[in-house]
Nanobody
């Protein structure tokens, strides 16, 4: 069973950068079909931020394009979300997702708050 643990959230000011990490256990990250980052803001539905396939293909929400970068370190079995030029509207709980053979695994989430 895949287990995911996120870290790296916190309070940042608009325009700053933040890197989220998702430590994977129970399976090699290189064999997981798709790793993704999702977020849910208060009163809103959870939405995809970015994902990356085993082949390294990436996909970004329009709101993340040009600012966020998803990556995967196979040696550390960890996925990352580099968040640059953050905005107040990026405030949300960010969750890591592993999708393999149509089975989803989720982390507990990490809070990101963007405020001056």
């Amino acid at each position: 069973q895949v287990q995911l643990v996120e870290s790296g959230g916190g309070l940042v000011q608009p325009g700053e950068s933040l890197r989220l990490s998702c430590a994977v256990s129970g399976r090699r990250i290189s064999s997981i079909n798709t790793m993704g980052w999702y977020r849910q803001a208060p009163g809103k539905q959870r939405e995809l931020v970015a994902d990356i396939t085993t082949a390294g293909r990436t996909n970004y929400a329009d709101s993340a394009k040009g600012r966020f970068i998803i990556s995967r370190d196979d040696a550390k079995n960890t996925a990352y979300l580099q968040m640059n030029s953050v905005k107040p509207e990026d405030t949300a709980v960010y969750s890591c997702n592993a999708r393999h053979l149509f089975i989803d695994s989720w982390g507990q989430g990490t809070q990101v708050t963007v405020s001056s």
